[in-house]
């Protein structure tokens, strides 16, 4: 996973964007098999679908997004970083084995029914924040 080369089709700024293997893009039900493509390509305010799997990728996030996975078994395997110009994103029912970062500048970030690794470090430097996250 993690070809952020591997897209089915031009998105479009009004649709929601689904992220899955590479075979969920090639029989069309995903959009694209990186999440860090998906966000590259989202335009600011839309929302990024990921289906359960494992993703291993560092992700950056620089805009508002909505970001949804289907829980426990949606998994970023790296780092989630979200930076200023991403006020008042979600991120919700996913797991990040690496480390979460909401870096200065970035406010009104709300993290819901989400999972780190008991090794993670979540470092929240925005503020305003709202953060519902479990450490296994």
């Known amino acids: 996973m993690g070809n952020p080369s ?31 493509g998906a966000v590259n390509a989202a335009s600011a305010g839309q929302k990024i679908l990921v289906l359960n ?15 949804e996975g289907q829980g426990h078994s949606t998994v970023i395997d790296g780092n989630l970083t979200i930076n200023s110009n991403s006020d008042f994103s979600l991120i919700r ?17 709300f993290i819901k029914e989400c999972w780190v ?13 709202s953060l519902t996250i479990i450490q296994e």
């Open 53 to 67: 799997g494992t993703y291993t990728e560092n992700v950056t996030m620089d805009k508002k997004l909505a970001i």
């Open 6 to 36: 591997l897209v089915r089709r031009d998105v479009d700024p009004g649709s929601d964007i689904v992220v899955g293997s590479v075979g969920q893009v090639t029989s069309g039900v995903a959009d694209f098999s990186s999440l860090q």
């Open 117 to 129: 690794a008991s090794s993670s470090t979540v470092s929240d430097s925005g503020s305003g924040n």
């Open 93 to 109: 029912s996913l797991k990040i084995s690496g480390n979460l970062t909401i870096s200065s500048g970035a406010n009104g970030i």
